[in-house]
């Protein structure tokens, strides 16, 4: 039996295979963070009038920006009501943002 692999030979160095894999990985990792991460849901704290941002990775997921509230002091009832009744889903939104950060690459 001939295959057609068998008698078309492509120029195709071992680095163009590389680059080609790299490529195709690369638009689907992009495709992945969108899925996960549409740009709706997330928020570039450098945007924010009452947020100071000191980091090269300024963006949040929206849920915990919002679960947060960056730019607002929080009084200590506030604080308490805050920790009584959203610490679950904030441990949940931090769980969330450390795999958004994984994923767009901002951490290592």
């Not at 689907?28 to 899925?35: E, G, I, R, W």
Request: hydrophobic share 40%.
């Amino acid at each position: 039996m001939c295959l057609v692999s068998d008698t078309f030979h492509l120029p195709f160095t071992e680095q163009a295979c590389c680059l080609q894999a790299q490529e195709l990985f690369e638009t689907h990792h992009f495709q992945q963070f969108n899925h996960f991460y549409p740009k709706e849901n997330r928020v570039n704290l450098q945007t924010q009038p009452t947020v100071e941002c000191h980091t090269e990775a300024p963006t949040v997921t929206f849920n915990l920006h919002q679960l947060l509230q960056f730019g607002v002091i929080l009084d200590q009832s506030d604080f308490n009501d805050l920790v009584n009744h959203c610490f679950e889903d904030i441990v949940k939104a931090c769980s969330k943002q450390l795999l958004f950060w994984h994923i767009s690459g901002s951490v290592a």
